[in-house]
T-cell receptor, first 117, second 114 residues
């Protein structure tokens, strides 16, 4: 199974500042999908952003953007203008391109983000 | 509200018992995925159903089983429960058999085995 690694168990950022969460993955495929999910204290898993590996352009959703480095197998999440509501556990996830490996998402262990006033 | 409904929200049961977790996918979604989230193992994929048929299987124990019914709701059955089965169990759904656009998750069922 493809491995997803989030090397930062915890991160902290001040309100209005920018923070980057790291994610690396292991795959031999050239086309796949990557995701960032947010899990606030309510424990609901919320999709933040997705990236298709064949697209070179980095995905952006409002204050959230990614830095996708395909050769380095790196997929970091940048949160700009951090808000108190951004405090949550963030999970990076990988999805294999075809059904032979199932359509499951492989998740990293998560990074807990603390936002301070 | 994500549109994916999981019941019950909390469940406390004794070792050796059997429980059933229920999931209703978002309207229009044909695929249902079950995940187990524990502190030591993180989010582990258990099983996927698409339009009533099993599509993919992950780290699901033999004591666990699932099915998807004609109305597309799904049930996850956990039997001979052990203390280590205590976890948050998520159901997620997607439109098609694949998950190119990610899943929509339910709010989970917190299972505590005592």
């Amino acid at each position: 199974a493809q491995t997803v690694t989030q090397s930062q168990p915890e991160m902290s950022v001040q309100e209005a500042e920018t923070v980057t969460l790291s994610c690396t993955y292991d795959t031999s495929e050239s086309d796949y999908y990557l995701f960032w999910y947010k899990q606030p204290p309510s424990r609901q898993m919320i999709l933040v952003i997705r990236q298709e590996a064949y697209k070179q352009q980095n995905a952006t959703e409002n204050r959230f953007s990614v830095n996708f480095q395909k050769a380095a197998k790196s997929f970091s999440l940048k949160i700009s203008d951090s808000q108190l509501g951004d405090a949550a556990m963030y999970f990076c996830a990988y999805r294999h391109p075809n059904s032979n490996s199932g359509y499951a998402l492989n998740f990293g262990k998560g990074t807990s983000l603390l936002v301070t006033p | 509200d994500s549109g994916v409904t999981q019941t019950p929200k909390h469940l406390i049961t004794a070792t050796g018992q059997r429980v059933t977790l229920r999931c209703s996918p978002r309207s229009g979604d044909l695929s249902v995925y079950w995940y187990q989230q524990s502190l030591d193992q993180g989010l582990q994929f258990l099983i996927q159903y698409y339009n009533g048929e099993e599509r993919a299987k992950g780290n699901i124990l033999e004591r666990f089983s699932a099915q998807q019914f004609p109305d597309l709701h799904s049930e996850l059955n956990l039997s001979s429960l052990e203390l280590g089965d205590s976890a948050l169990y998520f159901c997620a759904s997607s439109v098609a058999g694949s998950s190119n656009y990610g899943y929509t998750f339910g709010s989970g069922t917190r299972l505590t085995v005592v």
